[in-house]
């Protein structure tokens, strides 16, 4: 069974749409320790994590018949099977890791670090895109 296209371009919209969101706050430069737009970006940050799992997600079971468990599991078997390059394997790694403790260990994470986190990682969506489409496409030809 292949994956479906219109399906990965939905999730596509959503990554691009968290991404732009979290840029527009990292621009306004209102990423400070405490506040709103920090909180903000916490949640944009997990419907991003979220969003690329479930791309990952539907192509691994689709396309290889894989399932994952789990967020680190998914990043890992995307490397393994050809979806994304080692690069990006590398940098979204800490991305994945960092979204479970986001959500279960909130209170564990500093701010400053997870504003240092964002700083660093803002083009990882943008890469995360283009890597799963070239991917599609080589599965096209």
Do not use: C
């Not at 968290?18 to 840029?23: E, F, I, P, V």
């Not at 701010?111 to 096209?140: H, K, S």
Request: hydrophobic share 45%; net charge negative; aromatic share 10%.
């Amino acid at each position: 069974m292949r994956s479906d296209k219109i399906r990965v371009r939905r999730y596509f919209a959503e990554i691009r749409k968290n991404s732009l969101d979290l840029n527009q706050l990292i621009d306004s430069r209102e990423l400070l320790p405490g506040s709103i737009p920090l909180k903000a970006a916490k949640y944009i940050l997990i419907e991003l994590a979220e969003a690329m799992a479930n791309t990952i997600q539907h192509i691994l079971a689709k396309d290889k018949g894989i399932a994952v468990s789990g967020y680190i599991d998914t990043i890992l078997k995307a490397y393994e099977n050809g979806l994304v390059s080692e690069n990006l394997f590398q940098r979204l790694k800490p991305f994945f890791d960092f979204r479970n403790s986001l959500i279960h260990r909130y209170w564990a994470i500093s701010d400053a670090r997870l504003v240092e986190n964002i700083l660093e990682g803002r083009e990882n969506f943008d890469l995360f895109i283009e890597e799963i489409e070239a991917y599609i496409n080589a599965m096209d030809e």
